[in-house]
């Protein structure tokens, strides 16, 4: 098991959810690098004003710089995403498929997630699936540190545990409680739809149900 000791969070997408795990990220002391589709030089004066101290570079760069990535770009366009450049690196899938904005797309009309395509796509990352089911305003509001009554949980599920460890000791960091629900398959437990989708809920709260969905 391969666990990687993280010093820079990559993100793919400057938008609602990017800028907020970035926000988190460098509250936690983290160095954060941010690509969108555009270049760096026009992302820079809004990367200065919704999360200071994050470095806006290209996604080659942001890629080969840190040590996890995450995509928080729209899922209708995870084609555009290079699998060469990711290949062995720790990818953190927050997309969620959402027809009323993605528009219907046959192959996430399916029993499996949406991170499972992704994973397929992007064959040689270490992906895990995680903060697709909380709100962006929720992860800037609602973290909190370790031990607070009210802490809230995100999920993870990926195939390689050395990625999910690394992966939840960022979410931990950062002011959520990581729970592991163990392969990628399995984070058809949290895609859109299910009972854990946008639900405020504890580690406790979190373990529970997974555990009565999977005794189903
Ligand atoms: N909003 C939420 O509360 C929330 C919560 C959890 C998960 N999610 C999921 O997270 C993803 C992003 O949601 P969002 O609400 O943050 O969307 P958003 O506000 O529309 O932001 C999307 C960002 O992705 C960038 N982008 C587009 N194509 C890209 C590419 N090829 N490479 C890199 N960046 C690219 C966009 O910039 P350019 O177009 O300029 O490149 C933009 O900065 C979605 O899949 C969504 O389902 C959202």
Redesign the pocket.
Known sequence: MQITEVKTIGI???????TAIARRAIAAGYAVKI????APAE?ALLLEIMVPGAMAAS?QEVIAESDIMIL????S?YR??QPELLASKIVID???Y?APTDGTIAEFETETSSSEVVQNFLSQSRLVRS???????EIDEEARPKGDSERRALAIAGNDMGARQSVAQFIDRIGFDPVDAGPLASSRLFTTGTPVFGASLTRDDMVELFALKQAV
């Open positions: 793919l997408g400057a938008g609602r959810v990017g690509a969108t589709s555009k992302i996604a928080a770009l729209p899922l366009k555009e995403l927050a997309m969620n959402w903060f697709n089911h909380m709100g962006y305003h």
